[in-house]
Structures are given as C-alpha cells and as structure tokens.
C-alpha cells in the first residue's frame, strides 16, 4: 500500500517518550466513509460506564484485523521498531491492536486527564503505544485538542497542544498523561488502537513472581481462604490461579461477564462473586455463574457479608444487598456519586467510600446512614479497615487518610491523619499489620507505609496504574495493575531495605 503521502513530523510534545505525527495516513473520503459507517452502526455513551471526572463522550468498539493491517503497513516504516522500557525490558515492533475504538465527542463532551492501558495479546506480545487518528478537523468544531501534561494534574505542567487535523494520526508512549479537551460545539470525531511489540528481552526489574493470562487491565485481585488466588480483567474474564510447588499456574478462566470485570468477592460459604460494567453481580459454581442482580451503571466493588450475604455498589450511587440464595434484601441510598468501595465492620456496619468524596457509616439493621458522612475534600477511591476497627482511605489526590470511629458523644469517623503518599489518585489499600498498609495507586507505585503518619517503608512499581492489593498467607502481598499482569511480593521486599 502507497506510503508516499504520509509524512512524519515531531508532535512539539516536550518529552522524552515517543511521540509524533504521522500526516496523511486516511484522505479525507477515507475518514469521511469511516465517520460514515460509525455513525450508520451506532454509539454507546460512556457517561454511565466511567467516572463523569474521567470520560463522558460516545464510542463504539469493533475488532477488525484486516483494517488493522492495512493500517500498520501504511505506519510500519515510521514506528520505532524497537523499544527499552524503564525496567531495561526490550521490545520488538510487532503489529496494531485489532480492536478499534471509534469515539464520537459533541457539545460539552470531553476525556479528562489519563493515561492510556496496555492490551496484552499474549504473555509476550503488548501494546506500548497509543495510534489515534483524528477523522475531522478542528475546523468543524470548537475546542477537542489533544493536550499533554507532566502528572494527572493541569497544575504539573503542560507539556503541548495538538490540534485535530483529518487524516493525521499521532503516535504517543502509553506512560504521557492526556486529556481530550472539551468540544463546545460540533462534533469531533477520533479513531483509536495500540502498536503491539515482542518481548525481546527481560530487564533488571523487581523480583516479584509475575502471573500473565490476561488481555486488559486486572481490576482486582482477591486472595481466596483455600490459598488460591482469582482475578477480574477488562477482557471480561475471571482467572483462577493455584500454587504448586511455589508457583502460581492458571487453573481455570470463567466467562460470562459482557464487559470488563472490576471486582470479586468471597462470600462466607466459600463462593465466588464478581461485578461487572456490564452492570450485573453474578454468583460462580462448579464454573457456571448466575446473574444474582443489576445495577443502573456499572457495578465497581463487593463486600462480603455475614452469613452468606453480600454487598455491591454502582456507578448508580446505590449500595444493594444481597441473601446468601441471591435474593435482594435492600438497598443504601445516600451517595451523590460513584461507589468505589465497601467494607463490613462488626457491629452490623458497613463503610462505604465514594467519588462524592465522602465516607460513610451503614447499619445493615436500619438500612440507614449510622453516622454524619466524613468529609475528604476529594473523590474516595479505597478504603481498607484495620484489625482495631480504624479505616485508613485512599484519595484521588494521593492521599492516604486515617479514621477513627468513636461512639461518644455521638457514632462519627474523627480523621486521626493524613498524608500525600501517592502522586495519583489512590486505588487500593491492603493492610499489612496493625501498624502497616500497603497501597496502590496511579502512579504506577506500590508504597508501603508506617502508622500513624504514613512514613515510607517500601515502594515497588508495575508499569500500569496498580488497581488493587491483595494479601496472602506469609505476608505475602498480590497487586493487580493495569499493565496486564499481577505481581506477587514476599516479605522482605515489603519492609524497609
């Protein structure tokens, strides 16, 4: 396929990591017919599947690897063709992403600052770049440039400003931070996929136990009482995992999830529970799973209860309760935005944390609020419980915050400190002891800290933001993160070297 007319030019992007402009890869009849057939096939809006803070645009999803072909021979001869990640890992160009995101933005809609995930094909073959080709001009709207910043805040520092042009697509590192600005009016459209590369070679690294299978982000990892481990993914599966001979093998994968599967659960009776974008709770048997329950959005976290039953909280602000046989028992109104996570508490309570920015107290008798809502100043993404009944949450600010729950003179959560661990938001809390936590955040970073005032112990890293902690028999700690993988450390890497 002619290359001639495409022509690389820097991005005037001021960083180290990959990113350029490839002009004239579509014509404009090309992005014209594209623009034409997405419309004809339909969008889904993504305001009530993602965090109204993160994205609200329209999008539609199609798998087409004869279209990606046709792309990366038109691309090839202007990629890198190798690359060194920052752990010395080498990597080999390989090919595109065979999923396509075709995403649509109209009046007020926009992608807020993020960084995009890695797609793993195979243990060995995962994207490090995102390829974005923009299918209209900024001409025929106003606003929807693509910008690039130093960290997740516009504060950090921006680093440039790239204006849509139809028929260019822009290549960047997987690591820069980006928004989608707001478009004010008209309609920007943009299509999207990942460069795929070989695993060449390992590099130094950590020398955590590294367990691959998944195709997408691992949402969550959740460590079984019978020893075993099982993980939720963005490529809608369930992965059981067993030891054998101090190594972890894949031992079974559970479909039936129609989205990403963000969270899981072990109820009291030893059955396994997971929830989904697809907005459904469902219950695992022998491999089979039942549709227990909905939500009205996504479905983001699940505590287990007493006595078989189970909690779950939505995108819908709603907390549901469910019976050991499945059977709805109520639901907890309160929350004004997202609910990120949900711990039992003895007493008959439950804890609760949001993108409201609130953590709130529930007795599971009444039904109702049991306490004044405590109040972060910013989004709450984790919260953990330690053994002495103090909750320790995790912000979208970085920061971690400890509270006390006091009974007199009135049932109220006294925040007891709180300090910047992290330098994104925080997605999970695992405590280690009595006086040690580990969390997990956007950063990318694992840090491990010392009570009260949340001093440094230990920090690690995976190449994606770390989405949830997990702790095993020994002290041993699991972490799933967004670069595909999930990382298992011992003790001595979780104490202070």
């Not at 599971?364 to 909750?391: K, M, Y």
Request: glycine share 10%.
């Amino acid at each position: 396929m002619d290359t001639a007319r495409v022509v690389r030019q820097e991005a005037g992007i001021r960083t180290d990591l990959p990113c350029f402009l490839l002009r004239g890869v579509f014509s404009r009849g090309e992005c014209a017919q594209v623009i034409q057939e997405a419309e004809e096939a339909g969008f889904q809006a993504m305001g009530g599947d993602y965090p109204p803070s993160y994205r609200d645009n329209d999008r539609r999803v199609r798998d087409d690897a004869a279209l990606a072909e046709a792309v990366f021979e038109r691309i090839r001869p202007f990629l890198p063709e190798r690359l060194v990640d920052a752990s010395g890992e080498a990597w080999r160009l390989q090919g595109l992403n065979p999923r396509f995101r075709f995403c649509r933005y109209r009046g007020g809609q926009r992608f807020c600052i993020h960084r995009d995930g890695a797609y793993a094909q195979s243990p060995q073959v995962r994207s490090r770049l995102t390829c974005m080709l923009y299918l209209n001009d900024s001409g025929e709207f106003s606003g929807g440039a693509t910008r690039y910043y130093a960290e997740r805040t516009e504060d950090a520092g921006l680093l440039g400003v790239v204006r849509p042009e139809a028929g260019t697509l822009i290549v960047f590192d997987h690591e820069l931070w980006h928004d989608g600005e707001a478009v004010t009016s008209g309609t920007k459209y943009v299509m999207r996929t990942d460069v795929l590369y070989e695993r060449e070679s390992l590099g130094r690294g950590d020398t955590a136990e590294v367990l691959t299978g998944h195709q997408g982000y691992v949402w969550h990892v959740l460590a079984r009482r019978d020893g075993s481990l099982a993980t939720a993914s963005r490529d809608g599966t369930v992965r059981l995992w067993k030891q054998s001979r101090d190594t972890w093998r894949q031992d079974a994968v559970l479909t039936g999830h129609t989205a990403s599967v963000v969270a899981l659960a072990e109820d009291s009776e030893g059955r396994l529970w997971s929830a989904s974008r697809d907005r459904t709770v469902r219950r695992w048997e022998a491999g089979t799973s039942q549709v227990i329950g909905r939500h009205e959005g996504a479905v983001l976290c699940l505590a287990a209860l007493p006595d078989g039953q189970l909690a779950s909280g939505g995108a819908d602000g709603a907390i549901r309760l469910w019976s050991a046989q499945g059977a709805p028992l109520g639901v907890l109104r309160g929350h004004t935005g997202w609910i990120w996570a949900l711990v039992p508490l003895e007493g008959g309570r439950l804890a609760s944390a949001s993108e409201d920015g609130t953590v709130r107290l529930w007795s599971l008798e009444t039904l109702r609020e049991a306490s004044a809502p405590a109040e972060t100043g910013a989004p709450v993404r984790a919260l953990a419980a330690l053994p002495s009944g103090r909750l320790i949450s995790g912000q979208a600010t970085g920061e971690l915050s400890q509270w006390q729950l006091v009974q007199a003179p009135h049932l109220a959560l006294e925040l007891r400190g709180c300090r910047r661990v992290h330098t994104g938001a925080v997605c999970s809390i695992a405590p280690l002891s009595e006086d040690r936590v580990a969390s997990g955040g956007e950063d990318d970073g694992i840090h491990v800290t010392r009570l009260p005032d949340f001093t440094s112990l230990a920090s690690h890293r995976h190449e994606g933001f770390v989405r949830s902690l997990a702790v095993l028999p020994g002290e041993r700690l699991a972490s799933a993160s967004y670069d595909t993988t999930v990382r298992l450390w011992h003790p001595p890497q979780l104490l202070p070297a």
